[in-house]
């Protein structure tokens, strides 16, 4: 069996694994206070060109969204979302079990829009019982989004407007920020992202690491006592090297970039079979995702070889997740076309 369900179902880029194994018995302080936690940091703040933001590595990333969020909140807040977003259904209530309630909006194949924030906000301060309500105080999004769809520049300046009018955060869950940077359709740089919110994370779970991610605040309101809250989630890694390596390898000479490109890469080759044997696909992901539209006879003749994720139902067909990721293939890509190919 040829799994494309996810893009976490293999260990590590191998470079990873290596320097994990050559500094195996290394000593170091713990608590990410390392050498290679230190490395990793000043690397990410390189690609940057940002020296004034914060990094924190921790391990997943719905421990990151549920700390960095609780962080910036008071307990009368809550965040906005998309009614897809991570946060409002794959989560298991992680942002409601710290007292933050996720305030959903209809959104747009994944994407939520600047004038839909305006309009909850305002909206909110209209009714005479505002008080009474959730206040709004942060946006979240995911770049891509969870069907595999990226903002534009003005989309995401559009929205770092907004929230700067209103008075709310603006933050980035960047779980497969990599295969975003490396759609055909991303017109900003891994550079933009400081400007365009206050914080926002470096997935590394499903970008070539074994587990983590890296946090990056740029808002200086937002710095404070963030260790405190890492380590009050329990979050606080004693081997806190264990991720610094991990980051480290990734970041250094460009891997992280490298190996998101080629996953991508991979991806529209599936795209572009499924559109050639005229099978409708379902949003307009050009990341790593791709959402084929299968008639029943279809998704079972692909099952019996492949295995990838069901989304559910449109107009009577199948909505099926197809995921590559830094580790796919190219043999393994070539028997799924080969299998596409073969469809009836």
């Known amino acids: ?44 703040k390189e690609y940057l060109k940002n020296r004034c933001v914060d990094v924190h590595l921790l391990v997943g990333g719905t421990e990151t969204n549920r700390i960095a969020i609780s962080s910036a909140l008071r307990p009368h807040q809550g965040v906005l979302a998309a009614e897809t977003g991570h946060i409002a259904g794959h989560e298991t209530g992680a ?71 209103l008075g709310l955060y603006l933050y980035i869950d960047g779980a497969r920020l990599g295969y975003a940077l490396a759609s055909p359709l991303c017109d900003i740089s891994f550079e933009d992202l400081p400007e365009l919110c206050d914080m926002f994370y470096i997935g590394g779970t499903k970008c070539g690491a074994l ?74 992901s050009m990341t790593n995702q791709q959402f084929a539209m299968l008639s029943d006879s279809q998704a079972s003749e692909l099952r019996k070889d492949f295995m990838f994720e069901h989304w559910g139902k449109e107009d009577g067909l199948n909505i099926e997740r197809f995921c590559t990721s830094w580790a796919t293939t190219e043999e393994n890509l070539e028997k799924l076309l080969d299998a596409i190919n073969m469809l009836k």
Do not use: W
């Not at 694994?17 to 000043?42: F, M, P, W």
């Not at 260790?227 to 980051?247: D, H, P, S, T, V």
């Not at 480290?248 to 991508?264: M, N, P, Q, S």
């Open 1 to 44: 069996m040829i799994y494309f369900q996810s893009d976490y179902l293999e260990g590590a880029d191998p470079s990873i694994i290596e320097c994990l194994a050559r500094t195996n018995l290394e000593q170091s302080v713990g608590y990410g206070l390392d050498e290679h936690s230190k490395r990793a940091k000043e690397l990410i």
């Open 95 to 165: 942002i409601e079990s710290t007292g933050h309630k996720v305030l959903t909006l209809k959104g747009d194949d994944g994407k939520i829009s600047a004038e839909e924030v305006r309009g909850y906000v305002e909206a909110h301060y209209k009714n005479e019982s505002f008080e009474h309500t959730v206040q709004p105080k942060m946006v979240y999004i995911s770049y891509p989004s969870e069907s595999g769809t990226i903002y534009s520049r003005k989309e995401l300046e559009d929205l770092r407007r907004v929230t700067n009018d």
């Open 211 to 284: 587990f983590g991610e890296a946090l990056v605040i740029v808002n200086d309101s937002l710095k404070p006592d963030f260790r405190y809250m890492i380590k009050q989630n329990g979050a606080l890694l004693a081997k806190g090297r264990m991720l610094g390596i991990q980051f480290e390898c990734l970041f250094k000479d460009g891997r992280y970039f490298e190996i998101t490109k080629e996953a991508v890469r991979k991806a529209l080759r599936i795209r572009k079979a499924f559109e050639e044997k005229g099978i409708r696909m379902f949003g307009s």
